[in-house]
């Protein structure tokens, strides 16, 4: 599960992805209104993780809230809360690794016009010292976005199970694929470096 927290300029975002072998499927998304409060935020992950049983860990950006957020989170009996400082190296490896995932046709997403327009909108730029620099346009938000970043970067060390030889893949269904949405390029400038874990 991926959280990325906002409150009066940007949205609080819950984004839960489920992984199978090393497919990626977005199975919820809600984006809060502008000003909850990260207590209704808070309750709102209890109710998620009640729902989704299977919830292996808690990506939650808490960049410029120190660990406030995540330990209230744990106290209240959140399990694996891991929250993440988005520097600029580490907004690079997220956004890397979720690039890599789309690029493979591993990332199976809803159709959300929203969603595919963040998406499609951000904006990397590559600094003076070799970093890469994300950023959306004005009058424009990228919060589903990095939840969804967080959610996928937060399965990459998955245990992929093993399988007998000769069992036969899942098969996407017409329907699943009528209603699902591969996104392309990421972003305006593709050129990422500086990242070699594996996705």
Known sequence: ??????????HSVVAVVEKREIQY??????????GTEYTQVLEYLT?????????????IDRTGLGEVFDEFARK??????????????TKQEVMTCLKQITLDKRL????????????NGEISEQTKTGKTKFYHRSGTH???????????YAGRHDIVH????????????????KNSLRVGPLFTNSNLTGYDDKC
């Not at 499927?25 to 502008?34: E, R, S, V």
């Not at 109710?47 to 990506?59: I, P």
């Not at 209240?76 to 190296?89: A, C, E, F, R, Y």
């Open 1 to 10: 599960m991926g959280v990325d927290l906002g409150q009066k300029r940007d």
């Open 25 to 34: 499927y977005l199975i919820h998304m809600k984006q809060f209104a502008l």
């Open 47 to 59: 109710l998620v993780g009640e729902k989704f049983r299977t919830v292996h860990s808690y990506h």
């Open 76 to 89: 209240h009996g959140l399990k694996n809360v891991m929250g993440i400082v988005l520097t600029m190296q």
């Open 108 to 119: 199976h997403l809803p159709r959300d016009r929203e969603l595919e327009n963040e998406m």
């Open 142 to 152: 990228d919060d589903r976005l990095w939840a969804l970043a967080l959610a996928v």
């Open 162 to 177: 093993y399988h007998p030889v000769g069992q036969l893949p899942r098969q996407e269904t017409p329907e699943h694929r």
